[in-house]
């Protein structure tokens, strides 16, 4: 049996469940799959079984790392064993340090980190230790293979990390990878653009995914209802989107926007509604589980998400799945998911009257909106099913860790 191990910065979070819905498929195909994050996630986030269950299970690396002793005993083992991988470890996590005091220190935080998940993963019997998110958790994974010699793989998502991808030296991870799993064909652009050309066939493209078969389409469409799903937070620029349905109850009094997800600015966005008059036509409702926000789709005419910046955002992908039209921006590696016209409206970031053009144009005309709804469900189900999407990921593991890796960005069936 193949026996992995996947990292991530917080893990079960409730604005994850991807990772979560990609380590059940890997499981269902035969690999045991033990899951580890660098801190606990808040309880907030634990909002169904399937976080419950995952977090109960999970190794957290910094909880294990304040323990003295077993910090002690990873340290002390890893030397002895091979000193040499552990002083090379070391001197790798000050080389790729960005520079300044305080970066430094966190460098010898993340090789700390790196030397006791080595220990957990060793003793597991863990052939290869794959990561998501190519940040804090990223630099872990390096550092513990560099350690442990335990190969490992990362999901590129973006945007993120496209920002500062010399600060967290994307391109010493995709060299040290065995393989990199971009989420898109722009985030392989831009893994592409901070890599050596002789790693770009390393670079394969496996798309976030969702279990079609889990949605169900709107009960009955009365044009009035929307649905926002994610962080409230500045990226997702939400103050457009009240912008433009300032100007939507004008001419549609009854309509109703639900915010689903919290964040750093939801005491500020709710003040901001209000003062806005917009009270009476928003809901802020917090994270919802993964079956509940399923339900909220159901109720729904179609899900906007006005981000100023993305992946691919699986929320749309679970709308898409529930037969809903989609109003998002044309930004990063979204239009490779939603085609303007088809499956939703694509508008230009930041642009209030387009949003509010594009919405005002899907809820009027519920025909067209139904078409949009069955071709964006046809769409996720060719090319972002979770169970498709884990089954190439997986193949892409086991042929890595074989010494036979596959040679194609992604099969040629679902390209």
Request: hydrophobic letters at 45%.
């Amino acid at each position: 049996m193949v026996k992995i191990a996947y990292l991530t910065g917080e893990y079960p979070r409730a604005t994850d469940t991807f990772i979560q819905r990609e380590v059940a498929a890997l499981r269902d195909q035969g690999m045991e799959v033990l899951t580890c994050s660098i801190r606990r996630t808040g309880v907030e986030h634990l909002v169904g079984p399937e976080q419950k269950a995952e977090a109960a299970r999970t190794f957290y690396v910094l909880a294990a790392a304040k323990r003295p002793l077993q910090l002690l005993r990873s340290h002390a083992q890893a030397l002895i064993r091979s000193p040499g991988r552990y002083w090379r470890g070391l001197r790798l996590a000050l080389r790729t340090s960005p520079g300044g005091a305080k970066a430094g220190l966190y460098q010898l935080f993340y090789f700390t980190e790196a030397v006791v998940l080595a220990d957990h993963l060793r003793r597991n019997g863990v052939q290869h230790l794959h990561n998501h998110i190519a940040k804090a958790s990223c630099t872990v994974a390096m550092l513990c293979e560099q350690v442990s010699g335990i190969p490992y793989s990362f999901t590129l998502h973006g945007p993120d990390i496209f920002f500062e991808p010399i600060r967290w030296r994307l391109d010493e991870k995709i060299a040290r990878a065995s393989f990199v799993a971009c989420i898109s064909e722009f985030c392989r652009s831009q893994g592409m653009v901070f890599s050596d050309p002789a790693h770009w066939d390393r670079l394969h493209i496996v798309h976030c995914g969702v279990m079609p078969d889990r949605y169900a389409p709107p009960a009955n469409r009365t044009g009035q209802r929307a649905l926002f799903v994610g962080r409230l937070a500045a990226v997702k620029g939400l103050p457009v989107l009240f912008q433009a349905v300032q100007s939507l109850i004008k001419t549609l009094p009854d309509f109703h926007l639900t915010l689903i997800g919290d964040g750093p600015e939801r005491a500020a966005l709710e003040r901001m509604a209000a003062d806005m008059g917009l009270s009476g036509h928003l809901s802020f409702v917090g994270y919802k589980s993964q079956s509940e926000v399923a339900t909220y789709l159901g109720q729904s005419d179609l899900l906007v998400l006005p981000s100023f910046a993305e992946g691919v955002p699986v929320v749309l992908m679970e709308a898409m799945a529930a037969q809903l039209p989609v109003v998002t921006t044309q930004i990063a590696g979204v239009p490779e998911l939603v085609r303007d016209g088809v499956s939703g409206r694509l508008v230009p970031p930041g642009d209030a009257n387009a949003l509010h053009d594009a919405l005002a144009q899907v809820l009027a005309d519920p025909e067209q909106a139904a078409k949009m709804g069955a071709a964006g469900r046809a769409h996720v189900s060719a090319q972002y099913d979770i169970t498709k999407e884990a089954g190439w990921l997986g193949s892409l593991l086991r042929g890595y860790i074989a010494g036979t890796p596959p040679t194609t960005k992604r099969p040629k069936d679902t390209a």
